[in-house]
């Protein structure tokens, strides 16, 4: 089943006026995310770096950084981007660069389905949040980090994290069709994701 936010379009219209940069925030306790953003060609974009909460949502930050030393991250793409709201990836079942990424964003790991952990954290520029269906339970390997604030997903979906670092990198990932959903042709690519801790 499809792991996606379930936005109306005049919430998307909304946020896209609040994407202006990202404000001051702090490294925190971690783990962190380190992830090398590359374009269809494998040319290198640059890093981001995300740094996890482990204290909010302690059973997917586990999930995460257990995919990413796994090196399963490793190659997946920005299956879903849409410009002033979020960047979608996490897909290691589909959503491998190079192969082929139409059902992108329909799988998740191997491994069963998360809980949701619903928190206090509201989604801001560059929170990190679980991508899922319609269960609030259905989170697996996907994740998105936004490009704006989007407090109306606020309780809704379970916050991982937050970017602490390469914003430019983040804003300037390539964006997919509004038409289609923000589903992206030749997207790119998270390269190597390395775990921080």
């Known amino acids: ?8 379009a005049a919430l998307l219209a909304a946020t896209a006026a609040h994407a202006e940069g990202l404000p001051g925030v702090t490294d925190g306790p971690g783990p962190n995310l380190v992830i090398e953003v590359a374009d ?7 890093t981001i770096t995300l740094d996890l909460y482990a ?12 995919l990413a ?20 990836t996490g897909d290691v079942q ?38 899922r269906s319609q269960s609030p339970d259905s989170a697996n390997s996907q994740f998105f980090i936004d490009l704006a604030p989007a407090t109306f997903l606020d309780g809704q979906y379970t916050v991982v994290g937050q970017l602490v670092d390469g914003w ?16 992206v042709t030749q997207p790119d690519y998270m390269a190597k994701v390395s775990v921080v801790e």
Request: charged share 20%; no cysteine.
């Open 1 to 8: 089943m499809r792991k996606l936010l379930l936005i109306p």
């Open 40 to 46: 269809a060609s494998g040319a290198p974009k640059g």
């Open 55 to 66: 204290d909010k949502a302690p059973n997917h930050v586990e999930r995460l950084v257990m």
């Open 69 to 88: 030393k796994q090196g399963a991250y490793d190659g997946v793409v920005f299956h879903r981007v849409i410009d002033g709201f979020m960047a979608q």
């Open 94 to 131: 589909y959503g491998k660069q190079g192969g082929d990424t139409a059902m992108a964003g329909m799988g998740g790991s191997d491994m069963p389905d998360l809980k949701a952990e619903f928190s206090d954290v509201s989604f801001q520029q560059g929170t990190v949040g679980m991508a």
């Open 168 to 183: 430019d990198v983040l804003n300037a990932i390539k964006k997919g069709d509004a038409a289609a959903n923000g589903a």
